[in-house]
């Protein structure tokens, strides 16, 4: 069973707008939930991790995402999007009922307009 | 503080070959995972290392084997090489606290072509 899943293959917004990538997942346990970015011919760049605590966490480069547990919710946001911010992005989780496996997503293609 | 290396950066190997790819973990970290992204997808969990022995593994066959040494490097071997394992393969290191939590901290990944 997919553990984490990204519903967009694609995201298109313009520049100034706000922007969200949906992350939806499903665990065992409790959600260790992750975000990160790539970069052409780059590694992957972590943005932010939800935990435990508030469910709305805050990470790199104005980034946002809000845990949603009843919907099993991880979406990406931010509030005014970027030239600079058009990459792939994924998200993850670790399941610790599964191994302690690391799942990724297949992965979102931001493309800010200018 | 020095980040995740990895080598060599590309490699192209012939079907039925072994490969070893390399990687030091970041100052400090001695949690090692290695992932193998194919074109267009999302990285695929191989396994983790901590503390020099295998403590998680992905639904990847046995041909797939790795090693962490004392100073928290490591290297993956992949044996009888297939076309399919044509992908960039990153390896990811992770500080010792509760590293279920942790951030993974990637490397650049070393992309391997087999033909």
């Known amino acids: 069973a997919q553990s984490v899943a990204q519903p967009e293959d694609q995201v298109n917004v313009a520049e100034g707008n706000p922007l969200t990538v949906k992350c939806t997942y499903s665990?065992?346990?409790?959600?260790?939930l992750f975000w990160y970015v790539q970069y052409p011919n780059r590694g992957l760049q972590f943005l932010l991790k939800?935990?435990?605590?508030?469910?709305l966490v805050k990470g790199s480069y104005g980034f946002e995402a809000e845990f949603n547990k009843s919907q099993t919710s991880f979406h990406l946001k931010k509030p005014s999007a970027l030239v600079s911010d058009s990459a792939l992005y994924f998200c993850a989780v670790r399941d610790r009922g599964a191994g302690n496996q690391f799942y990724f997503g297949t992965g979102t293609s931001l493309t800010v307009i200018p | 503080e020095t980040g995740v290396t990895q080598s060599p950066t590309h490699l192209i190997k012939t079907r039925g070959q072994q490969v070893t790819l390399r990687c030091s973990s970041q100052?400090?970290?001695?949690?090692v995972s290695w992932y193998q992204q194919a074109l267009g997808q999302g990285p695929q969990f191989i396994f983790q290392y901590y503390r020099e022995e295998e403590n998680g593994r992905g639904n990847f066959p046995p041909r797939f084997s790795g090693l962490q040494f004392p100073n928290y490097s490591s290297e993956l071997n992949v044996n009888a090489l297939e076309l399919d394992d044509s992908a960039l393969y990153l390896c990811?290191?992770?500080?010792?606290?509760?590293?279920?939590?942790?951030?993974?901290?990637f490397g650049p990944g070393t992309r391997l072509l087999v033909l």
């Open positions: 665990v065992s346990g409790n959600p260790y």
């Open positions: 100052s400090g970290h001695n949690t």
């Open positions: 990811a290191s992770s500080p010792q606290t509760s590293w279920f939590q942790e951030t993974q901290y």
């Open positions: 939800y935990i435990t605590g508030d469910n």
